[in-house]
């Protein structure tokens, strides 16, 4: 079969390699979509992976071999590879303990995942789509899933103002899920032209560009000068954390979405003075993963428009579309069509 393959740093090679066997309690997938990640972009940036792996984990497409004791599955359901609730005993070695929550059961097939034609995994980790959600949808699970526990996680109530920093896909399925959980205002804050445009077709009820206003300043005004209730920091660049909670309201809610890596100095006065609540969350579970699916179903989850005509890639041309990732650009989401 076909597979992007890591070779070293910022080098992925197109080639044949073997296709997987699914062992008697793992089926083989024959993948129809798979999303480009930004942990895949960062894994190539920095060199992270070890040579010949085969990256990808946001895929979807047909079940093509089910080992002799799979039962959950037969050859051609459609799945996503992630999602599936582990049995018991089964979790990540890191969440058995008390103190973590970094869930890394499911795809456990480290070797080859959905840059490639064919993968395997567990039985229990796929997670079927229903006839609603396209494959293509279905690629875009595993983000949807991340906001859907955000939100979650967050004390959003019926009725909030919401403000959204940051509208690369992240931020532009929090403000849908943000949405779908009640929320009657949201403003997108987001430096890109394209990406703002299409914040306001997804439903945001007022954009802010960052460069050119003051987001604290502007978004304070566009809630009735007491700042929103909830602030979903998507952006991780350096100020939004500070404009998080410089903006949220008195007793308001701050939500860590993006994963900063770098210090942010703060002065814990400035915000213990209105008793703002910081919350974080990390990744999704499997509950996060149903309900997101669910969400796309029933289109509370609108996808088209982070896909634009150029978004749609084959696996062959994966190295230039990793080196254009890796450049600033209005591109939201990029997706391998098989
Ligand atoms: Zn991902």
């Known amino acids: 079969m076909r597979a ?39 894994v190539y940036l920095y060199d992270i992976a070890p040579p010949d792996t085969v990256l990808g984990h946001e895929f979807a497409g047909e079940i ?13 359901d459609r799945v996503i590879g992630l999602g599936g609730t582990p049995p018991p005993g089964k979790e990540s070695p890191l969440r ?42 279905g690629a875009l699970a595993e983000p949807c899933a991340i906001v859907t526990r955000a939100v979650r996680l967050s004390n959003q109530k019926l009725g909030d103002t919401v403000a959204v920093l940051g509208a690369g896909p992240i931020g532009l399925l929090c403000l849908q899920a943000a949405k779908a959980a009640g929320a009657t205002k949201v403003i997108v804050s987001e430096p890109s032209e394209a990406r703002r445009s299409v914040a306001l077709e997804l439903g945001a009820d007022a954009v802010v560009d960052p460069t050119s206003q003051d987001p604290v300043k502007a978004i304070i005004e566009l809630t009735d000068g007491a700042g929103p209730h909830v602030v979903y920091e998507c952006a991780a660049a350096k100020p939004t954390l500070h404009d998080a909670l410089d903006m949220v309201r008195r007793k308001g809610n701050v939500m ?62 994966i190295q230039e579309a990793f080196e254009s990732l890796i450049k600033p650009s209005n591109q939201i989401q990029m997706v391998i069509k098989f």
């Open 256 to 317: 860590l979405v993006a994963l900063a890596w770098e210090d942010v100095p703060l002065l814990p006065v400035d915000w213990a003075g209105k008793e703002i609540q910081l919350n974080t969350t990390f990744a999704s579970e499997p509950y996060d993963f149903k309900v997101a699916v669910d969400l796309i179903a029933s289109k509370k989850f609108v996808l088209e428009p982070l896909l634009s005509d150029t978004d749609t890639i084959e696996l062959k041309d």
């Open 4 to 42: 992007a393959v890591y070779k070293s740093k910022q080098n992925l090679v197109v080639e044949e390699i073997p296709t997987p066997e699914p062992q008697s309690d793992e089926v083989q997938i024959k993948i129809s979509h798979s999303a480009i990640c930004g942990t895949d972009v960062h």
């Open 64 to 76: 093509s071999k089910v080992g002799s004791d799979v039962t959950r599955f037969k050859v051609g």
């Open 96 to 137: 058995r303990q008390d103190q973590y929550n970094y869930r890394l059961e499911g795809i456990t097939n480290t070797r080859t995942r959905g840059y490639a034609e064919y993968t395997v995994a567990k039985e229990w980790e796929p997670l079927r789509l229903p006839d609603q959600v396209s494959n293509l949808e």
